[in-house]
C-alpha cells in the first residue's frame, strides 16, 4: 500500500542547553546518513528542514523526538555508533522494532536529552528524494 509523507512538517527547531555539544552531535550523526549542513553561523546551524541554534534565559531547551531516515540497516547501526562516540547516550540499541514489518531503527539521547532516531524501513521504493520548492516571484 501506497503512502504520502513529507507534507506535515515545515521545519524543526531545537534549543541547545550546549551548542557546541549539540552541533558536535549532529554532525558527527548526520554524516553517516549523508545529510549536509545546509548553513551555520554563530551559535546555529541548519540542516535541511532542522534548525538548531542555543538556548538562553528566555528560551528553555528543547524535548523532542525526531527519527531520521536511513537508507539501510548499516546506516542506522553506524548512526548508533556514531551518536554514541559524539557524546550522545544510547536509548535503545539497533534493532527490529514491532511497528511493522522491517523497521530496523536505533535510539539515542543527544546532548540535551532530545530522544534521536534512525530508523530503516525496509526495501522500498520512494517517488522522489526530495521536494524540490522553487520560489515564484
Not at 534493532?95 to 522491517?102: F, N
Not at 525496509?122 to 520560489?135: C, D, F, L, M
Request: hydrophobic content about 40%; overall charge negative.
Amino acid at each position: 500500500m501506497a503512502y504520502h509523507t513529507g507534507r506535515l512538517i515545515d521545519h524543526i527547531h531545537l534549543r541547545a542547553r550546549n551548542f557546541a555539544a549539540s552541533r558536535h552531535f549532529y554532525e558527527a550523526v548526520l554524516v553517516i546518513l549523508d545529510i549536509p549542513v545546509s548553513a551555520r553561523g554563530e551559535g546555529w546551524m541548519q540542516v535541511d528542514e532542522l534548525f538548531i541554534d542555543a538556548a538562553d534565559a528566555k528560551t528553555p531547551v528543547s524535548h523532542v523526538h525526531l527519527a531520521f531516515q536511513a537508507k539501510d540497516r548499516a546506516s542506522v547501526d553506524a548512526f548508533h555508533r556514531a551518536a554514541l562516540a559524539a557524546g550522545g547516550q544510547d536509548n535503545g540499541a539497533p534493532g527490529e522494532r514491532h511497528y511493522h514489518p522491517g523497521y530496523y531503527a536505533c535510539f539515542v539521547l543527544d546532548p540535551d536529552g532530545n530522544n534521536i532516531e534512525a530508523v530503516y524501513h525496509g526495501p522500498n521504493a520512494r517517488s522522489a528524494i526530495s521536494v524540490e520548492i522553487t520560489p515564484v516571484t
